[in-house]
């Protein structure tokens, strides 16, 4: 045998730890082991050879599931001549003819991951949906992965926890851009890259970050690593913030080597409890301040007050590894709303538009109406933050380099929207000048807003249509 090759595991993991979906699920669903029984059987085995693109033999199963198995395998026509050519080694996951929703999972993860290209998400090479034998050729990570690994670790370091951190948000973030949400972040569903780094795999119950109600007819998502919103079913609920909750679950299982799918007695889902998961010190006594607050910031019970952005966690990570120095933002999520009910009552009596009148009304805004004073930032150059500014009232002064370049004013627009949408860094400092009142919005709520409000998204479309075109260089960035 190849001593490169895998080895053949030796144990399952408990039963405790299922994906709960109705039906079968990509990777999330593999149980190691050989003998999958006869129901879930797929037609081709280890020898069998495959065609798509290239040719293919299975050499060991590496996992199955009811939805199939993964095998690794070797490209027989791999040439290192070609730029198309699959590696020699490469994992293959089979589709299981059994039932009737694998296939439209197996379809779904691979839209998902080629939709997205990333260090930290495997590469796929190529594939097969023909009825009967279809299959998706990936990247092979001969390390296997975070859950099958941690009863050997023991207690890692706090800095392969950060870089464990690091890893999987710069995955989210690319595919956060490309609207895909994960739904099922898991200790199995992070592989070792073999470099001292992590892979996030499994894009099988994946979904669009615009989803609307009764999209999903099943629960997804993992025992012990579902987000409050996902146990409680409530999908039109799932955003962003739900795949920052599973990773938070990720990061606090691994510095703890607590396996949350056995230890449910942990979890908290009380809405008035602040985190779903006991303080990371109270089971892990050397934890830095640092570590347990991001960690437990995304494992807040109520998804407004997780953070609303990759970019937000990814600047909290950076700063605490010892990278550059990044100045606390212009504003935060702990900071809402600063005016009483009667103010935001008189506020919107005072506005003309019918359709900000309208949105304005909504309850659910009313924790988002901010006053910000004379000569106060609402947020700075270079700040990797992302917060989107719906004007109310007053005049928002923009400057570059301690420069004015130009001043936006008029009920309804609204600024700062590239920024957060596409998590690129400030160009230019938005300030208040004079009293300036207005919503703000992170990434989620901005993505949520946007969806909701269709006559507010097309006025978006328009505006930056507009700017892109015809504004002076200095007012096309925010």
């Known amino acids: 045998m190849d001593p490169a090759e895998p080895k053949p595991p030796t144990a399952e993991p408990p039963s405790s730890e299922r994906t709960v979906i109705a039906e079968p699920t990509g990777l999330a669903g593999i149980r190691p082991g050989n003998d999958p029984g006869p129901e879930h059987q797929p ?65 779904r993860e691979l839209a998902a991951m080629l939709a997205i290209r990333h260090s930290h998400i495997p590469r796929v090479y190529d594939w097969s949906l023909e009825d009967g034998c279809a299959f998706v050729v990936m990247q092979y ?30 995955a989210l973030d690319v595919a956060h851009r490309a609207s895909v949400l994960h739904l099922d972040i898991k200790p199995a569903n992070v592989l070792l890259d073999g470099l001292g780094g992590f892979v996030l795999t499994d894009f099988g ?23 409050p919103e996902q146990r409680d079913e409530r999908f039109d609920e799932y955003d962003l913030r739900t795949d920052l909750w599973s990773l938070g679950a990720t990061a606090w299982a691994f510095a703890t080597g607590i396996h949350l799918a056995e ?6 889902f009380d809405a008035d409890a602040a985190t779903g998961l006991p303080l990371l010190s109270k089971f892990r006594k050397d934890v830095s301040p640092e570590l347990e607050d991001v960690v437990m910031r995304l494992l807040r019970v109520d998804p407004a007050k997780r953070p609303g952005s990759v970019a937000e966690v990814l600047a909290r990570v950076t700063a605490a590894r010892g990278g550059p120095d990044t100045a606390p933002p212009a504003f935060s999520t702990d900071r809402r709303s600063n005016l009483d009910d009667d103010e935001v009552e008189a506020l919107i009596d005072s506005l003309v538009d019918p359709l900000l009148i309208s949105i304005c009304r909504n309850a659910a805004f009313r924790s988002f109406f901010v006053r910000f004073d004379d000569g ?23 400057s570059r380099n301690d420069r004015e370049i130009t001043r936006i004013t008029g009920e309804g627009r609204i600024v700062g929207e590239v920024g957060t949408l596409s998590g690129i860094e400030r160009t230019a400092t938005l300030r208040a ?23 507010m998204a097309l006025r978006v479309i328009r505006s930056m249509a507009h700017r892109l075109s015809s504004a002076p260089n200095s007012e096309k960035s925010d």
């Open 263 to 268: 230890r449910s007695d942990l979890m908290t």
């Open 205 to 227: 119950v994946s979904q669009s970050s615009k989803m609307a109600r009764g999209l999903l007819p099943f629960s997804v998502g993992t025992r012990g690593y579902q987000a």
């Open 43 to 107: 037609a081709p085995g280890v020898g069998s050879e495959l065609r798509a693109g290239f040719r293919y033999r299975l050499i060991k199963r590496l996992g199955h599931g009811s939805f199939g198995s993964v095998f690794f395998a070797r490209c027989l026509d791999h040439d290192p001549r070609r730029d198309d050519s699959p590696p020699a080694r490469v994992a293959i996951k089979i589709l299981g003819a059994s039932r009737k929703n694998a296939a439209e999972l197996l379809r």
């Open 141 to 170: 990570f001969p390390a296997g992965n975070l859950r099958d690994v941690m009863p050997m670790e023991g207690l890692v370091s706090q800095e392969t926890v950060w870089k464990l951190l690091a890893d999987m948000l710069g």
């Open 376 to 398: 106060e930032a609402l947020c700075t150059e270079e700040e990797g933050l992302s917060y989107a500014f719906l004007l109310l009232r007053g005049t928002i002064e923009v």
């Open 433 to 455: 000048a004079g009293s300036v009142l207005a919503i703000v919005l992170n990434e989620a709520e901005l993505e949520r807003f946007l969806t909701v409000n269709p006559a």
